[in-house]
């Protein structure tokens, strides 16, 4: 079955520590995208790559980072720089069309800061 | 720059009877727009797009929205609520060179009483 997997399904982390996100996703998609989720509001974009090798910052990068090193996979570490990282984190994948941009999405991760 | 309002954050319906779920946006281009619905720890799962063909989209499960622009409006409707229906709906906009980025509305809640 083609889709999105997010793992773990839900983190806890101290404070002062790094961790790793992972998405991965065999729908062959050049764009992949990483938001953040808080309750009741909407999604935020954190960072989305376009294609291998790049990634640009979304609307609120700072504290964490990505990279893309295959296309089916965009790992995002949340680092101990973000303030406030308890929070659903979504991955999401795209083909890139210019003329839509539907979205597909993983399931999420629910992380937890201790 | 694009935004989006979700003029409701909390909608009730009886089971049977009509869902309206309202949404606003501003756009500097001729926008594409969805809908998304998203269940309890899920990601997000998409309801139905309009990329500039017919202003009347038909979705998945008996649900559809109108495209007005003299309205700037995107409402989401259902002839029939069922008790599936219960989620958190997200209308959201994709405009702007390349249409990358998308935003997206704070959410409306839908609950379906027996």
């Known amino acids: 079955d083609g889709g999105i997997t997010q793992s773990p399904k839900y983190l806890f982390r101290k404070e002062g520590q790094n961790v790793t996100l992972s998405c991965e996703q065999n729908l062959n998609h050049d764009a992949m995208y990483w938001y953040r989720q808080d309750p009741g509001q909407g999604l935020r974009l954190i960072y989305y790559?376009?294609?291998?090798?790049?990634?640009q910052k979304g609307d609120i990068a700072e504290g964490y980072s990505v990279s893309r090193e295959k296309k089916e996979s965009f790992p995002l570490t949340v680092t101990s720089a973000q303030k406030n990282p308890t929070a659903f984190y979504l991955c999401?994948?795209?083909?890139?069309?210019?003329?839509?941009?539907?979205?597909?999405f993983g399931p999420g991760t629910r992380l937890t800061v201790l | 720059a694009q935004s989006v309002t979700q003029l409701d954050s909390h909608v009730s319906v009886s089971e049977g009877t009509p869902v309206l779920l309202r949404c606003n946006y501003s756009s500097s281009y001729s926008p594409s727009l969805f809908w998304y619905v998203q269940h309890p720890n899920k990601g997000l799962q998409l309801l139905l797009k309009y990329t500039s063909a017919a202003t009347l989209v038909k979705g998945i499960n008996g649900f559809e929205a109108e495209f007005k622009k003299s309205e700037t409006s995107f409402h989401l409707t259902k002839p029939s609520a069922h008790m599936s229906d219960a989620a958190e709906y997200f209308c959201?906009?994709?405009?702007?060179?390349?249409?990358?980025?998308?935003?997206f509305g704070s959410g409306t809640r839908l609950q379906v009483q027996p």
């Open positions: 959201v906009v994709s405009d702007g060179p390349g249409r990358r980025a998308l935003t």
């Open positions: 999401a994948s795209s083909t890139g069309t210019p003329q839509y941009n539907e979205q597909f």
């Open positions: 790559s376009q294609i291998v090798n790049d990634f």
